[in-house]
């Protein structure tokens, strides 16, 4: 039974010495810790308390997890006995709402923005996707003024949130490697529109890895101040701004925001890895500026629910020539509701004979051959290349489909040691039919 099942705790004898000094031997081995604060553990810790000793009780913690369900009331003290000098993980769970708030979680929160230094921190990670009534910006924000040595971190706030003086603080960490904000919303620029104008030099400079959720423009003025050279990977999701009239108006004025975006990220010459979430629309036009990260090796698209990016063959080639070193594509695996958006025979042989390096292929095609009428399969071009992993994910297809794509495949993917698809698909057996075909034809 843990702390927070109790309803009550008592202790039935006091405590002896040899209760702490088996303890304290004990504690010593303890690495990772999950605090959970609620009524129920924190009367459990504060009975407890009288008998510890004045030093953090876990002295070689490096990983601490706190976890709010129920406001209890302040304890610094018994607070400051969980969280050792030796930490270099912390992460705080908030999981209340405006109403469970009378007090506020902030005095948690304080020591570490003011007197408390974990000198070794160098991961800090805070949740808290409920409405609030306190903001945990500014506490958020002079931690990271005070914890220098942070090296990740991953802020996901509700929008009852300020995040400007978090993204000004996080920006100016000079080891900070590993960056990743959420919002839930694409209205954080219209709530803080400083977030637009900050300052453009020296910031983030050594970040190697940034995952952002936000409005176009939001995310086009994060990235465009990063100074450093170094960033590997990157991952967005756009989501577009305001209520329905307010994100009418804005895909109206066209794609100038999402194209300031991706030429942002062009200028990251040694870019590894992009994903890219489309919650709004775009064309063609705006993501081939992207084609300029010349060192990609991982290429992520997801789209879904009208948000896809209609691709031609061309534009298929286009990616090939620019992208050598792609080992892994990942292209619209929502996208088979939209049969006009999935990828058809003539497009795969783009893939095969383009792609030379290639070795996972994530896709939604549409594999009926009456979707397919303008493509002659005698005349299917046999490829060179590497790719061992096809996921087909919910992709289309039927009877005829399933009689001519294993032999498509075997032609065009001669080394594929893995074929999959999603089970619960109605034709998913087809597709288990279709790698039986493939395994026949390479025999």
């Not at 081995?29 to 959970?36: A, E, L, P």
């Not at 009208?306 to 792609?326: F, T």
């Not at 619209?332 to 783009?350: D, G, I, K």
Request: glycine share 4%; net charge negative.
């Amino acid at each position: 039974m843990m702390p927070w099942e109790l309803e009550e705790f008592t202790l039935m004898r006091p405590l002896q010495k040899s209760d702490r000094d088996r303890f304290t031997l004990h504690s010593q081995h303890i690495k990772r810790f999950f605090f959970s604060v609620d009524a129920a553990s924190w009367q459990f810790f504060q009975q407890l308390a009288p008998h510890f000793p004045s030093t953090p009780i876990l002295p070689n913690l490096a990983f601490a997890m706190v976890h709010i369900v129920d406001p209890p009331q302040p304890d610094l003290e018994l607070a400051r006995l969980f969280l050792s000098l030796t930490v270099t993980e912390l992460e705080f769970q908030v999981d209340l709402d405006a109403e469970e708030e009378p007090s506020g979680y902030q005095w948690i929160l304080e020591p570490l923005a003011g007197e408390m230094k974990l000198p070794n921190l160098t991961s800090f990670r805070i949740s808290a996707g409920y409405t609030l009534v306190t903001d945990a910006g500014p506490n958020v924000s002079r931690i990271l003024q005070s914890h220098q040595g942070i090296e990740k971190l991953e802020i996901v706030l509700s929008r009852s949130h300020t995040v400007l003086e978090i993204l000004r603080s996080a920006a100016e960490l000079p080891h900070l490697r590993r960056f990743k904000m959420n919002h839930p919303d694409g209205e954080a620029a219209q709530r803080e529109p400083k977030i637009l104008s900050l300052p453009l030099d020296g910031l983030f400079p050594s970040l190697e890895s940034l995952e952002l959720s936000s409005a176009p423009d939001c995310l086009s003025s994060i990235l465009g101040r990063v100074s450093s050279k170094n960033v590997r990977n990157i991952r967005l999701t756009m989501i577009g701004q305001g209520p329905p009239e307010v994100f009418e108006e804005f895909e109206a004025a066209g794609d100038t925001s999402i194209a300031d975006c991706f030429r942002t990220i062009r200028g990251f010459v040694h870019l590894k890895a992009l994903e890219v979430a489309l919650r709004v629309r775009t064309t063609w036009d705006t993501f081939q500026c992207l084609l300029g990260c010349k060192e990609l090796e991982a290429l992520k698209i997801l789209g879904g629910c009208g948000y896809d990016i209609k691709l031609e063959e061309s534009h298929l080639e286009q990616m090939g020539r620019a992208w050598r070193d792609l080992k892994t594509l990942y292209l619209h695996p929502t996208s088979f509701t939209n049969q006009e958006m999935c990828l058809t025979f003539a497009h795969l042989q783009v893939i095969a004979t383009e792609f030379p390096n290639l070795r996972k292929l994530v896709i939604a095609c549409d594999a009926r051959v009456a979707s397919n009428t303008g493509f002659s399969v005698d005349r299917a071009v046999a490829a060179q290349n590497s790719l061992q992993e096809l996921d087909v994910n919910e992709s289309l297809i039927d009877e005829r489909g399933e009689k001519v794509v294993g032999r498509l495949l075997a032609v065009w993917w001669p080394n594929l040691v893995e074929v999959t698809w999603a089970s619960g698909a109605n034709w998913a057996w087809r597709w288990a039919a279709v790698y039986g075909n493939y395994r026949s034809n390479i025999s």
